[in-house]
């Protein structure tokens, strides 16, 4: 069973940045994509972006130019960097990795941005 744990969640002002992480327990060569989702209050659970085993990355229009994917294959860990943060960034960040048909997730980190 693939086990996957966010970290780096916290409260920033408007305008800072964070860098979460998503740790797999197994080598993330393995999948055919990861990605970042996101929840906010009251709000369906929404991609934020997502990463391919050959490391094309795809995102929502509302992070394009702001946050950033990546992986590191040694590490079996997948980044993302959010940069200008806004309000509206505020929710629980999930980790998705899918292999073989099947989709794993995270427990969520909380991002909340004061503006």
């Known amino acids: 069973q693939v086990q996957l744990v966010e970290s780096g969640g916290d409260l920033v002002q408007a305008g800072g940045s964070l860098r979460l992480s998503c740790a797999a327990s197994e080598t993330i060569f393995d999948f055919n994509r990861m990605g970042w989702y996101r929840q906010a209050p009251g709000e369906k659970r929404e991609l934020v972006g997502d990463?391919?085993?050959?490391?094309?990355?795809n995102y929502a229009d509302s992070v394009k130019g702001r946050f950033t994917i990546s992986s590191d294959n040694a590490k079996n860990t997948m980044y993302v960097q959010m940069n200008s943060l806004e309000p509206d960034d505020t929710a629980v960040y999930y980790c998705?990795?899918?292999?073989?048909?099947?989709?794993?997730w995270g427990k969520g980190t909380q991002v909340a941005v004061s503006s």
């Open positions: 998705n990795a899918n292999k073989y048909m099947a989709d794993y």
């Open positions: 990463i391919t085993r050959a490391g094309t990355t």
